[in-house]
């Protein structure tokens, strides 16, 4: 017990001592605080880091102070500066990771790391006015100066502030700045090219928000993406994005049912208080709210001074509308498009900045993602904002070709391959009794019906359905590409199909369905898939035998047939014709492989439900108003239902 004995004589030493320091009043009487062991300010060691931070407010020309992170390559001299400006937060985008390395500070996650980390690019990403770090108000998608925007401040301006301030103050800088970015980020990319800054040498927008109505996040062709509510809520309804959207179901298909209709979910969830979810209600038509804020119509107005490289993801799951769209407009209405670049990847939505060797079940056979970052967006970049810039060693149009896996370097878009080799035409693929699909029209008169409910509708992924963790996230994103066969064995589904190919056929450019359809209701939806029927036998990859493989996949609401901007009723029981689009394809389907196309009236809960009667708002449709229908597609005779497809030939002999 020596030791013991030891500590309790130490123990009573230490009592008595500070009985006695007590006695005398000294400093450590009862509630005195202890000294700080923290500095004031305590300043951060980084003489060994690789790189310099700044954290700087750029003064807009309103006054307001936008936040914005700046990362420079130590060493740095006339370096290029990339602009990224998003309402996703700066310090999300890049910089999250504590590092003395600029590779692991920015992350594989940056679309630009590779000209950042080996090239000597200055990476700047800011915070959009009214989000996170920044000041004023914010405003989604905030419109340019004009009928819907009385202020005296945009995206164009806010950018060509911040660019002009960048190279005024950072002395490393070459002063020529290029700007980037995907999704949003890709709109406030196409927005700093109206009225550009002159150091403004460059832009890469990535699947861009472009025409919310038409093709983009919020509506496509009048139906409304149910995940816009979502989005809205997380991003509006505070300014840090810290308030979560809440559920009481895990099956997403069981949420947005059991909620009535989106205006139902809409104020279960408060968003009378959010400013743009009231907007989308109150402009369900193609209206000038909408038709004025579409960038592929303000571009093409005044035509891009800078060069541009437009990249576009095939299967899209959120933008897939927008930068198609701008190239069009672009390329139509301008002669000289000798700075607008093209490329066309085999991607989900924001993946050129991730791993593409496949989406989902489809592989690629190669890291089709790195290709474009470091051959084709580092050649582009390289070339515009270098000093001794390097020749330009892409085409105009970057195109990977689905099917047959492999780049193609192209002199525009839609072409399929070089110009001397080949031509586009148009040719008709005709809907056919009893499931036939075919290039000739079938004799006589015929349909294929089926009843939609809109009690039971179609689910776009095999339920359950949860968005929510990696595994729900990673099921969106690829949601595009997955396997058919599910949904093709409902009766509110009818498929069409091709014997087998005997031949390769390439599709490049926009299928447009074309159906003859009637309905006992008097609204209704019309989805219209393209789909590549895989051989039953796969060999090797015997999981894919029979899989189908959507290519492109639109839907229209009915009563928007004849006039995005005028919604009319359906005749009951009437044959209409409904027309619309298909997004872009670039594919080749293989011999052995069969052509399919599927038609059904909900996808469900990616858009909302249509009542299938004729109410002046969907988004206030009561319970009454949903109906049963008797959808017909007609497949036979003069009125047979067809795809107007993009076939690649060869040249006609000269």
């Known amino acids: 017990m020596p030791k013991l004995s030891r500590r309790l004589g130490i123990a009573l030493s230490s009592i008595a001592a500070g009985a006695a320091l007590a006695s005398t009043g000294t400093a450590w009487a009862a509630g005195d605080a202890l000294p700080s062991?923290?500095?004031?300010?305590?300043?951060?060691?980084?003489?060994?880091?690789?790189?310099?931070?700044?954290?700087?407010?750029?003064?807009?020309?309103?006054?307001?102070?936008?936040?914005?992170?700046?990362?420079?390559?130590?060493?740095?001299?006339r370096a290029p500066i990339l602009l990224s400006r998003t309402p996703y937060?700066?310090?999300?985008?890049?910089?999250?990771?504590?590092?003395?390395?600029?590779?692991?500070?920015?992350?594989?996650?940056?679309v630009a790391v590779d000209a950042v980390v080996n090239g000597n690019y200055i990476r700047a990403v800011q915070d959009v006015r009214g989000k996170h770090e920044s000041e004023g108000d914010y405003v989604m998608t905030r419109p340019l100066q004009g009928p819907l925007n009385s202020t005296s401040v945009d995206h164009s301006t806010d950018t060509y502030d911040t660019i002009d301030w960048l190279v005024k103050n950072t002395p490393e800088s070459n002063g020529k700045v290029g700007i980037l970015g995907i999704s949003y980020d890709g709109f406030t990319s196409l927005m700093a090219l109206v009225h550009p800054h002159p150091a403004l040498r460059a832009a890469v927008p990535i699947n861009a928000m472009v025409d919310g109505w038409r093709g983009d996040d919020w509506f496509h062709n009048g139906a409304f993406?149910?995940?816009?509510?979502?989005?809205?809520?997380?991003?509006?309804?505070?300014?840090?994005?810290?308030?979560?959207?809440?559920?009481?179901?895990?099956?997403?298909?069981?949420?947005?049912?059991?909620?009535?209709?989106?205006?139902?979910?809409?104020?279960?969830?408060?968003?009378?208080?959010?400013?743009?979810?009231?907007?989308?209600?109150?402009?369900?038509?193609?209206?000038?709210?909408?038709?004025?804020?579409?960038?592929?119509?303000?571009?093409?107005?005044?035509?891009?001074?800078?060069?541009?490289?437009?990249?576009?993801?095939?299967?899209?799951?959120e933008d897939i509308y927008g930068?198609?769209?701008?190239y069009k407009a672009l390329t139509a209405g301008h002669a000289d498009t000798s700075?607008?670049?093209?490329?066309?990847?085999?991607?989900?939505?924001?993946?050129?900045?991730?791993?593409?060797?496949?989406?989902?079940?489809?592989?690629?056979?190669?890291?089709?993602?790195?290709?474009?970052?470091?051959?084709?967006?580092?050649?582009?970049?390289?070339?515009?904002?270098?000093?001794?810039?390097?020749?330009?060693?892409?085409?105009?149009?970057?195109?990977?070709?689905?099917?047959?896996?492999?780049?193609?370097?192209?002199?525009?878009?839609?072409?399929?391959?070089?110009?001397?080799?080949?031509?586009?035409?148009?040719?008709?693929?005709?809907?056919?009794?009893?499931?036939?699909?075919?290039?000739?029209?079938?004799?006589?008169?015929?349909?294929?019906?089926?009843?939609?409910?809109?009690?039971?509708?179609?689910?776009?992924?095999?339920?359950?359905?949860?968005?929510?963790?990696?595994?729900?996230?990673?099921?969106?994103?690829?949601?595009?590409v997955s396997d058919q066969r599910d949904v093709a064995a409902r009766t509110d589904v009818v498929s069409f199909s091709t014997p087998v190919l005997t031949q390769p056929l390439k599709l490049s450019g926009e299928p447009i369905a074309n159906l003859i359809a009637s309905s006992t209701g008097t609204d209704g939806d019309f989805v219209v898939k393209l789909i590549d029927v895989y051989p039953d036998d796969m060999g090797r990859d015997a999981k894919m035998g029979?899989?189908?493989?959507?290519?492109?996949?639109?839907?229209l609401r009915g009563r928007y047939r004849d006039s995005f901007s005028a919604p009319k009723p359906i005749p009951a029981d009437k044959a209409q014709l409904f027309r619309f689009?298909?997004?872009?394809?670039?594919?080749?389907?293989?011999?052995?492989?069969?052509?399919?196309?599927?038609?059904?009236?909900?996808?469900?809960?990616?858009?909302?439900?249509?009542?299938?009667?004729?109410?002046?708002?969907?988004?206030f449709a009561?319970?009454?108003?949903?109906?049963?229908?008797?959808?017909?597609?007609?497949?036979?005779?003069?009125?047979?239902?067809?795809?107007?497809?993009?076939?690649?030939?060869?040249?006609a002999a000269r």
């Open 37 to 77: 062991e923290s500095p004031a300010n305590f300043v951060a060691r980084v003489d060994s880091f690789d790189y310099v931070k700044r954290e700087v407010m750029i003064p807009m020309r309103d006054g307001v102070k936008l936040k914005t992170l700046i990362l420079i390559p130590r060493g740095a001299q």
């Open 89 to 110: 937060g700066a310090t999300e985008r890049i910089a999250k990771n504590a590092s003395a390395h600029l590779s692991v500070v920015i992350g594989d996650n940056d």
């Open 225 to 317: 993406r149910l995940d816009s509510f979502t989005y809205t809520h997380d991003q509006e309804a505070s300014r840090g994005s810290d308030i979560a959207w809440w559920t009481d179901h895990y099956d997403d298909y069981d949420t947005w049912l059991s909620a009535g209709s989106a205006g139902d979910m809409a104020h279960l969830h408060g968003l009378e208080q959010v400013g743009f979810a009231q907007k989308l209600m109150q402009h369900p038509a193609y209206d000038e709210f909408w038709q004025d804020q579409a960038l592929d119509k303000i571009l093409a107005q005044q035509g891009v001074t800078v060069p541009v490289m437009l990249v576009h993801s095939l299967w899209d799951q």
């Open 323 to 326: 930068n198609i769209a701008v």
């Open 339 to 480: 700075n607008l670049f093209l490329v066309i990847g085999p991607w989900y939505h924001h993946q050129e900045r991730l791993d593409g060797s496949r989406v989902g079940a489809i592989e690629f056979g190669s890291d089709t993602a790195a290709y474009f970052r470091m051959r084709v967006l580092r050649s582009f970049l390289d070339h515009f904002l270098k000093d001794e810039a390097p020749p330009l060693e892409i085409a105009p149009v970057t195109a990977f070709e689905t099917g047959t896996n492999r780049w193609l370097s192209l002199p525009s878009w839609p072409l399929g391959c070089t110009r001397a080799a080949c031509t586009i035409d148009r040719k008709k693929i005709y809907l056919q009794p009893n499931g036939g699909l075919g290039f000739a029209p079938a004799t006589g008169s015929g349909f294929e019906s089926y009843v939609s409910d809109p009690a039971k509708p179609v689910p776009y992924l095999p339920r359950p359905i949860h968005i929510g963790g990696d595994a729900g996230q990673s099921s969106w994103q690829t949601w595009l």
């Open 546 to 555: 029979g899989y189908q493989l959507m290519i492109a996949t639109d839907i």
């Open 581 to 619: 689009a298909l997004p872009t394809v670039n594919h080749v389907f293989l011999p052995g492989h069969r052509i399919m196309v599927q038609v059904q009236s909900s996808l469900f809960p990616v858009y909302d439900r249509n009542p299938q009667t004729y109410v002046d708002n969907i988004f």
């Open 622 to 651: 009561k319970p009454g108003d949903y109906k049963k229908a008797t959808i017909k597609i007609f497949d036979g005779g003069k009125d047979a239902s067809f795809i107007d497809l993009p076939v690649v030939g060869p040249a």
